[in-house]
């Protein structure tokens, strides 16, 4: 994805704001524990944070958390769900903190809309030394069938290689790195954890829809994209009738600062 691509592909969510807010899962507290084992204390950025899906995870470790945020919309419902964390304007290539000010800066199904050749440094900047980077993805658990199904009919606008199982290290493996210059961060290790969250077949075609590659669609062809799924998801005795449970992952890729 080119540079103009991927940022009208990372500036849509806020016109689905409160719908992502309703909608999107949290992470497995597992990955968030692994995430910051090895961080140097319990000062973290969550960088990227959207309406506080992550943030609120992490405050629930007891973490001492600030979360940054690029739109407007989002940010807004992240303060309205958490209004004692400090919640601020800024983005991963322009973050609004000293240097060295945190032991860690983790990305909840961000990391990926990250220009790394700008944002790799900064990060770096304000992490201490030996601090911690970590991206964490919800992934379908595309080894089930109906899911592997699911992600045939929707497309890759729908469900993309960021958001399986099969294919998300693959996609990430090497998003810690800037595209350009020295690098400041040591090698990655990826792990997954399970997760799972109560839906109905409404409820998941609500969360397909906040999906960036969803939501930049002509309105014409988001409605044929998401009718085809809601058509799907009727017709699969897995999710036809009531509330399921959605069997899913949260990948970590977590690295160190110099």
Known sequence: MDRDARQRHSSSFGAAAATYA???PDYAPEALHWALESAPGRRVLDLGAGTGKLTAGLISLAADVIAVEPDPAMLSELRRALPTVRGLSGSAEA?????ASVDAVLAGNALHWFDMAVAGP???RVLVPGGVLAGLWNLMDDRIDWVGELERVGGTAAIGPRDTFRSWRG???GLHLPSSGATRFGGAE??????????TANSLVATIATRAGILVMPDREREVTLGRIRAFLAGRPETATGEFTLLMLTGVLRTRRW
């Open 122 to 124: 900064e990060i770096a």
């Open 95 to 99: 973050i609004p903190l000293p240097g």
């Open 171 to 173: 996609a990430t493996a």
């Open 190 to 199: 990826q792990a997954e954890f399970a997760h799972a969250q109560r839906r």
């Open 22 to 24: 309703a909608h999107r």
